[in-house]
């Protein structure tokens, strides 16, 4: 089994960072693609920000300049550092990654509890 355990939400005013942490641990072999999404009240989840395993980043338009991902492959971690954080960033925020097992097994996709982030105006 794989958990993913998030840190690092919080509530800050309009402008202000924060920085969310995951760490996976249990059974892995190999972890491919790590990201964040997002899910804020009555709306649909969606992707924040992804990486690779080579570290190539993915963001989303509304996030492009003030957010940035990082990994740390050694530790199975993914951050997330969150600048000039406005309003409408406030969601849940999850963790995400695909993880192998073992070699010759398929990638399975795995989930954070969630943390949540809140922005003040």
């Known amino acids: 089994q794989v958990q993913l355990v998030e840190s690092g939400g919080g509530l800050v005013q309009a402008g202000g960072s924060l920085r969310l942490s995951c760490a996976a641990s249990?059974?892995?072999?190999?972890?491919?693609?790590m990201g964040w999404y997002r899910q804020a009240p009555g709306k649909q989840r969606e992707l924040v920000a992804a990486?690779?395993?080579?570290?190539?980043?993915n963001y989303a338009d509304s996030v492009k300049g003030r957010f940035t991902i990082s990994r740390d492959n050694a530790k199975n971690t993914v951050s997330l550092q969150m600048n000039s954080l406005k309003p409408e960033d406030t969601a849940v925020y999850y963790c995400?990654?695909?993880?192998?097992?073992?070699?010759?097994?398929?990638?399975?996709?795995?989930w954070g509890q969630g943390t949540q982030v809140t922005v003040s105006s």
């Open positions: 990486i690779t395993s080579g570290g190539s980043t």
């Open positions: 995400n990654a695909g993880v192998q097992y073992s070699t010759g097994y398929a990638f399975r996709n795995f």
């Open positions: 249990g059974t892995i072999f190999r972890i491919n693609g």
